[in-house]
Each structure stands twice: as C-alpha cells, then as structure tokens.
C-alpha cells in the first residue's frame, strides 16, 4: 500500500522516500511477545535537508514537533499503540503526515482594526457610570 494514497499532498510526492522506518522492542501490551518482537515503529525524517518541504513549512513543522525534533534537525516519531508491527507503522505514518499537514496551512495573518468612535464613546460612558457608583460609596463630610 502507497503511503500517500490516503493524503494528496500534490508537490509533496516524494516524501515516501525521504522517511525510514526502524523497528523498536516496545514496552506496554504483548505479553511474553514483547520480549522477542520488535513491534514499535521509529519514523525518522530529515526536516533540514528535505527538498520536498518549503521553507516556511519547515519551520512550522519544527515549532509544531517540539521535542520530536533533535539538534541535526530530525523529527522521530514513535509508535507502540497497538502489538502488531504493520498497524504501528500505519499509525506512525499517519501522525507524520498529519503533522506535515498542520504544518502545512499558512497562519492567518491578524488585521489591526480601530476601535469604533461609539464603542469608544460607550466605554468612557460606562467608566463614568462606575466611577459614580463608587464616589456615592465614600464617607460623606459631616456637615
């Protein structure tokens, strides 16, 4: 099964090539299994020297790994949910290009707006409101 038939990345195609896939002893669920099959999935994949990644999602994709991402630049994803080798090699690939996804969308860039001369208006009115409040509060002089 094509790793990208699930995800249409368009210019990405040749991502398939740049991950590898290294298979770990897990820890957790198996029983005396665990022992003797290497079950978890170790994805690499070099974020720096990718040429299928634009720059800007590059730096996306690091801000987004966080710790996943070690000093040379590598993102490593682990997978050890499930006992069986080919369903945490799906589920590793899958985080990959969900992440590859998110880090993929342009933010939204913030417009500065003006605040409205009636909303300016309207603010004042109402700390004038609540400073009256407050000045009927206080001690009144003995007359």
């Known amino acids: 099964m094509p790793l990208q038939s699930c995800y249409n990345f368009g210019e990405m195609k040749n991502l398939d090539s740049e991950i590898q896939l290294e298979y770990i002893r897990a820890s957790g669920p198996g029983g005396q299994n665990v022992n003797k099959v290497a079950t978890a999935v170790q994805l690499r994949f070099d974020i720096f020297n990718s040429p299928n990644l ?68 309207k603010r004042l009115s109402e700390k004038k409101k609540r400073g009256d409040i407050k000045k009927f509060r206080s001690r009144v002089d003995g007359e």
């Open 54 to 121: 634009a720059s800007d999602t590059k730096g996306r994709l690091i801000l987004l790994a966080g710790k996943r991402v070690n000093a040379d630049g590598i993102l490593i994803l682990e997978a050890k949910r499930f006992r069986t080798q080919e369903q945490n090699r799906e589920d590793a690939i899958a985080k990959f290009y969900e992440l590859i996804q998110k880090a993929s969308v342009k933010p939204k860039i913030r417009k500065k707006t003006k605040a409205t001369k009636a909303s300016k208006e």
